[in-house]
C-alpha cells in the first residue's frame, strides 16, 4: 500500500518551531500558489490549524499569526481541484457543536467532499476562559463534543444528542456535507489523546512523536480498538523530519533529512512499516519559489517510491 503523504500550510500559522523566516512578509497569494502546487503534486491534504488568540506571556515563541481553518481552507478549496482539507486540529471545545457543525459542513459542501475534520483538546489556558470554556475539563468537553459533532455532520436534516454538556434536536441544518459520514481524525500524543483517537476517532493526529516511540503509540491505539470491540477504518499518522530534496547549499538544520529521492524515500518508508498510513511532511525553504521547487520535487521524484 502507498504511503499517502500531506502538509501543513506555511504561512497560515506561524509559531518560532516550524516557520520560516520569508512567511513574515507572505500572504494570501503565497498561500494560493503553494495550496496549488501541492494539488499539482499529488499531495493528500493541506492543513491548517487553529486558535482564537494567543496570549502574551506566549506570543514571542507562538506569534499572533493564526488564520482561522475554516476561512483558510475555504479560500484554497476555490483554487484546488482535488487535494483534502484537514484541520489540523481544531479546537472544537472552544466552539457549540452546532457551530462548527455548520462551518465545517459548509466547507465539505463548497468542496465536493473533501473535509478531514481533525480535532483536538487545545492547550492555551487563556483562550478557554476568554470564551468561557472550563480549561481543566477540556478533555471531558472534547469527548462529547466529538459525539455531538457526528450526529450534527451525519445525514439528518435535523440533528439530535442529548448529553452532559450539548443538548440539541429539531433545529435544521442546511446545507449537509457531501460525505457520509465526514471523516473525524484525533490530534494530540498524550495517554488520554491517543485512547480518545482509537475509540472515537477514525485517524490519529500525532503531536510530535519521534520515529522510536510511534511503534508503541500505534500498538496501543490497535490494542485500545480490539479490546473495545471498535471496527472499521482507521487511518494512523506521523509527522515527518524536516526534508529538503536534493544536496542544500544553506544551513538546513542537523534534523534534517536532505539527499536524492532514493534517500529521502528509503527514510520515509520506515513509516509505513510502522504502520503508518498518511504522512505530514514539511520543508525547508528560503522563499516560496524554493517551496515550491521542494514540493514539486517531492511529487515528482520522491512519492513514487512510496
Known sequence: MSLRYGMQLPVQSQSTL????????????????????ADRAGFDYLAGCDHVGIPRR????????WYDPVATLAFLAAATPRVRLLSHVAIVGLRHPLLVAKQYATLDHLSSGRLILGVGAGHVQEEF????????RRGAVLDESIDALRAALGPDEFPEHHGKLYDFEGLGQR???AQEPVP?????????????????????LPQGDPRDRLPAQIGRI?????????????????????????????????????????????????????????????????????????????????????
Open 18 to 37: 516550524y516557520a520560516e523566516g520569508w512567511e513574515a512578509e507572505a500572504g494570501p497569494d503565497d498561500l494560493l500558489e503553494i495550496a496549488r502546487a
Open 58 to 65: 506566549l506570543a514571542a515563541a507562538m506569534s499572533t499569526v
Open 129 to 136: 476562559e476568554a470564551l468561557g470554556v472550563d480549561f481543566h
Open 175 to 177: 446545507p449537509r456535507p
Open 184 to 204: 473525524v481524525w484525533v490530534g494530540g500524543s498524550s495517554p488520554a489523546a491517543v485512547r480518545r483517537a482509537a475509540l472515537k476517532g477514525d485517524g490519529w
Open 222 to 306: 490497535r490494542e485500545l480498538r480490539e479490546r473495545a470491540g471498535v471496527q472499521g477504518p482507521f487511518t494512523v499518522g506521523a509527522i515527518a523530519e524536516p526534508l529538503y530534496v536534493g544536496t542544500p547549499r544553506w544551513e538546513v538544520g542537523r534534523r534534517t533529512v536532505t539527499g536524492g529521492p532514493q534517500r529521502l524515500a528509503e527514510s520515509l518508508r520506515a513509516y509505513r512499516a510502522m504502520g503508518v498510513h498518511q504522512l505530514q511532511v514539511r520543508f525547508r525553504s528560503r522563499s516560496r519559489d524554493e517551496l515550491i521547487d521542494q514540493i514539486a520535487a517531492f511529487g515528482a521524484e520522491v512519492a513514487p517510491e512510496l
